[in-house]
């Protein structure tokens, strides 16, 4: 009975036992069961793209990047051979020896690996980074050779653009640049990662995604130390358009030497339709440093440091005061208000007393009787002066905003500026004061508040000689291999509503500007064709008087059926018919077709340059 009783014991210890063991196993499974479930379900997908990645890599293919030409077809930037480093992040195996090797065999500095590892990281963890662009030969050859101690590390063929003539119109076609973190965030260049170069001004810059085309790739199976053993699948780039610019290259080549050692710009346009058939700012900028990579300090010292901003495209966001290319609008806005007619004559004796100031006129003598045939021709301030008093500031605003000064001309570039063209109203807003009479003479010479650009006074001059149409200006001509003429229609703005008898007129005064003994312009006179144009002196808002005037010239040819309108100013060169006229001529010249003769000696019945405008 005792043994009996034992036994019962015995059996209930022992399944209260089991139970617990068996409660204790069912704990443990169901750990497992949900740390395999957090596995397999919740991280499989990332565990398998990375287990996949330990053999399989994805290499880019980067796209052909489209070619710029010019209106003719010659080619002005390509793109040449080139190997670029990649490095894979999960094949590092040690980082410390990896970037001493890099060190030692190319001469990369350690902390700029670092930072592209860690940049590629963050947007994309499992593809290789770009920790070098442009590979030498001798480069390339240290890495080929000694690709054993450099696990992860891959020298990938590529290209790279090459502007083929430096500085030529660089600040028209632009230049490329790595992507930074806040254009990668935009949205805006969808096909790009960290570290890729994209167009970062100019046409590279506005026609971005049109060049670039999109980028391909190929996934590769490697070992465990990073070698790659076969290509498993690719996916081809697909190659960028070219586009055609309108320029001309030998007149954009012409235009870029004349600047040379010279500040300032030089706008050529067809008249007919606004194409741009030269664009040139000095100083300018070799657009192939950028893609080599310039030193911050080389970049701070000679890019962005001190007043020569030569990034800075002054063709089209250069503001000058007008001077006195700025008295073909006066005349025009004088005859269509009826307040001169072509006969009626001032006496300029050398200065206009009006208040208590003297306005001077740049012939100190003065020139006498003047009627508008001759006060344009000899760019007479007085006449002006009287002139734009007459008219009154709000008129004077309104035929110039007609003529398309003041605002910006819509050129398919970033960084234009408008210029200003000031009336009551703006001065009455921006300072809180009325229009004084005495800022309204001042601004019929094209002084005071008036400032364009370089690109609006060519196109002003092209409004007066094609019949009073405004033409958006136009750079790109078409995109594509094949010429596409729908692309290359002219964008009319609108129409200047005056009488064609008083655009005869001005247009007279700017021929005898060249043409006619004493005008201002001689200069700038070609043998073979009729130029007409008008000069100009412009003092240098807020400077010391000591400082030379900027010198303008504004010019188109030929008269009667106009080809080509040129405007060019050089920054201090004093006078615009010595200093600007001549290069406008030789401009003119070269796109018409003439051979380069000895200019006649200048005669009595030879027009010559007046100095003083």
């Given at each position: 009975m005792s043994s009996s009783g034992f036994d019962q014991i015995s059996v209930e210890a022992l399944n209260r036992r089991l139970f617990f063991v068996t409660i204790f196993v069912c704990i443990v499974f169901a750990v497992l069961v949900m740390r395999l479930w957090f596995l397999q379900g919740i991280n499989g997908q990332r565990y398998w793209t990375k287990s996949q990645n330990n053999r399989i890599h994805v290499q880019?293919?980067?796209?052909?990047?489209?070619?710029?030409?010019?209106?003719?077809?010659?080619?002005?930037?390509?793109?040449?051979?080139?190997?670029?480093l990649y490095i894979?992040?999960?094949?590092?195996?040690?980082?410390?020896?990896?970037l001493r090797n890099l060190k030692t065999l190319i001469n990369l500095a350690p902390e700029e690996v670092s930072s592209r590892l860690k940049k590629g990281s963050k947007s994309n963890p499992f593809e290789s980074v770009l920790v070098k662009k442009n590979l030498t030969r001798e480069e390339l050859v240290s890495i080929v050779t000694n690709s054993f101690s450099l696990p992860g590390v891959t020298a990938e063929p590529t290209h790279k653009r090459s502007y083929l003539y430096g500085n030529f119109a660089a600040h028209l076609i632009g230049h490329l640049g790595e992507i930074?973190?806040?254009?990668?965030?935009?949205?805006?260049y969808p096909s790009s990662i960290s570290g890729d170069y994209i167009g970062k001004f100019g046409v590279e810059g506005k026609w971005q995604n049109v060049l670039n085309g999109k980028s391909g790739g190929k996934k590769i199976e490697v070992d465990a130390e990073g070698r790659q053993l076969q290509v498993i699948t690719k996916d081809p780039?697909?190659?960028?358009?070219?586009?055609?610019?309108?320029?001309?290259?030998?007149?954009?080549?012409l235009a870029d030497t004349m600047l040379k050692d010279k500040t300032g710009a030089i706008v050529a346009m067809d008249p007919q339709n606004g194409e741009i058939l030269a664009m040139a700012s000095s100083p300018s900028f070799d657009p192939n440093e950028f893609v080599t990579g310039i030193d911050k300090t080389e970049w701070k010292r000679r890019l962005t440091s001190?007043?020569?901003?030569?990034?800075?495209?002054?063709?089209?966001?250069?503001?000058?005061?007008?001077?006195?290319?700025?008295?073909?609008?006066?005349?025009?806005?004088?005859?269509?208000?009826g307040v001169i007619t072509p006969e009626d004559s001032v006496v300029c004796t050398g200065s206009y007393d009006f208040g208590n100031r003297v306005y001077h006129c740049w012939n100190k003598k003065g020139h006498g009787s003047v009627n508008l045939h001759r006060a344009i021709r000899e760019s007479c301030d007085v006449y002006f002066y009287k002139l734009g008093r007459k008219i009154g500031i709000d008129k004077i605003a309104y035929y110039a905003k007609m003529c398309g000064?003041?605002?910006?001309?819509?050129?398919?570039?970033?960084?234009?500026?408008?210029?200003?063209?000031?009336?009551?109203?703006?001065?009455?807003?921006?300072?809180?004061?009325?229009?004084?009479?005495g800022e309204t003479i001042s601004c019929s010479i094209g002084q005071s508040y008036v400032m364009i650009t370089p690109v609006q006074a060519a196109r002003m001059i092209s409004?007066?000689?094609?019949?009073?149409?405004?033409?958006?200006?136009?750079?790109?001509?078409?995109?594509?291999?094949?010429?596409?003429?729908?692309?290359?229609?002219?964008?009319?703005?609108?129409?200047?509503?005056?009488?064609?008898?008083n655009l005869e007129i001005v247009k007279n005064g700017l021929i005898a500007v060249v043409n006619e003994a004493g005008g201002t312009g001689g200069r700038a006179r070609v043998k073979e064709t009729v130029v007409a144009g008008k000069t100009g002196s412009a003092q240098v808002a807020g400077?010391?008087?000591?400082?030379?005037?900027?010198?303008?010239?504004?010019?188109?040819?030929?008269?009667?059926?106009?080809?080509?309108?040129?405007?060019?100013?050089?920054?201090?060169?004093?006078?615009?018919?010595?200093?600007?006229?001549?290069l406008a001529g030789d401009l003119i010249k070269l796109y018409l077709g003439f051979a380069e003769e000895e200019k006649t000696p200048v005669s009595q019945d030879t027009p010559i340059s007046v100095e003083g405008d």
């Amino acid at each position: 009975m005792s043994s009996s009783g034992f036994d019962q014991i015995s059996v209930e210890a022992l399944n209260r036992r089991l139970f617990f063991v068996t409660i204790f196993v069912c704990i443990v499974f169901a750990v497992l069961v949900m740390r395999l479930w957090f596995l397999q379900g919740i991280n499989g997908q990332r565990y398998w793209t990375k287990s996949q990645n330990n053999r399989i890599h994805v290499q880019r293919n980067l796209s052909f990047r489209g070619l710029i030409l010019d209106r003719n077809g010659e080619v002005l930037v390509n793109n040449l051979p080139s190997f670029d480093l990649y490095i894979s992040p999960d094949d590092i195996q040690d980082k410390e020896r990896l970037l001493r090797n890099l060190k030692t065999l190319i001469n990369l500095a350690p902390e700029e690996v670092s930072s592209r590892l860690k940049k590629g990281s963050k947007s994309n963890p499992f593809e290789s980074v770009l920790v070098k662009k442009n590979l030498t030969r001798e480069e390339l050859v240290s890495i080929v050779t000694n690709s054993f101690s450099l696990p992860g590390v891959t020298a990938e063929p590529t290209h790279k653009r090459s502007y083929l003539y430096g500085n030529f119109a660089a600040h028209l076609i632009g230049h490329l640049g790595e992507i930074n973190e806040k254009e990668l965030a935009s949205g805006q260049y969808p096909s790009s990662i960290s570290g890729d170069y994209i167009g970062k001004f100019g046409v590279e810059g506005k026609w971005q995604n049109v060049l670039n085309g999109k980028s391909g790739g190929k996934k590769i199976e490697v070992d465990a130390e990073g070698r790659q053993l076969q290509v498993i699948t690719k996916d081809p780039a697909v190659s960028g358009q070219s586009i055609t610019l309108t320029i001309d290259k030998d007149l954009q080549a012409l235009a870029d030497t004349m600047l040379k050692d010279k500040t300032g710009a030089i706008v050529a346009m067809d008249p007919q339709n606004g194409e741009i058939l030269a664009m040139a700012s000095s100083p300018s900028f070799d657009p192939n440093e950028f893609v080599t990579g310039i030193d911050k300090t080389e970049w701070k010292r000679r890019l962005t440091s001190g007043t020569d901003s030569p990034l800075q495209n002054r063709a089209i966001s250069g503001q000058y005061a007008p001077g006195s290319v700025f008295k073909m609008v006066m005349a025009l806005a004088g005859l269509e208000e009826g307040v001169i007619t072509p006969e009626d004559s001032v006496v300029c004796t050398g200065s206009y007393d009006f208040g208590n100031r003297v306005y001077h006129c740049w012939n100190k003598k003065g020139h006498g009787s003047v009627n508008l045939h001759r006060a344009i021709r000899e760019s007479c301030d007085v006449y002006f002066y009287k002139l734009g008093r007459k008219i009154g500031i709000d008129k004077i605003a309104y035929y110039a905003k007609m003529c398309g000064l003041g605002t910006k001309t819509g050129i398919e570039l970033d960084s234009e500026k408008g210029g200003l063209i000031p009336d009551s109203e703006w001065k009455l807003k921006k300072y809180g004061v009325a229009w004084q009479p005495g800022e309204t003479i001042s601004c019929s010479i094209g002084q005071s508040y008036v400032m364009i650009t370089p690109v609006q006074a060519a196109r002003m001059i092209s409004v007066i000689f094609n019949g009073g149409k405004v033409y958006q200006p136009k750079i790109v001509k078409w995109i594509g291999d094949k010429k596409n003429e729908s692309q290359s229609k002219p964008i009319l703005q609108r129409e200047l509503k005056v009488k064609r008898s008083n655009l005869e007129i001005v247009k007279n005064g700017l021929i005898a500007v060249v043409n006619e003994a004493g005008g201002t312009g001689g200069r700038a006179r070609v043998k073979e064709t009729v130029v007409a144009g008008k000069t100009g002196s412009a003092q240098v808002a807020g400077i010391d008087k000591k400082i030379k005037d900027n010198a303008w010239f504004v010019g188109i040819a030929p008269a009667e059926n106009p080809k080509i309108a040129v405007a060019v100013i050089i920054e201090k060169g004093e006078h615009g018919g010595s200093a600007a006229g001549p290069l406008a001529g030789d401009l003119i010249k070269l796109y018409l077709g003439f051979a380069e003769e000895e200019k006649t000696p200048v005669s009595q019945d030879t027009p010559i340059s007046v100095e003083g405008d």
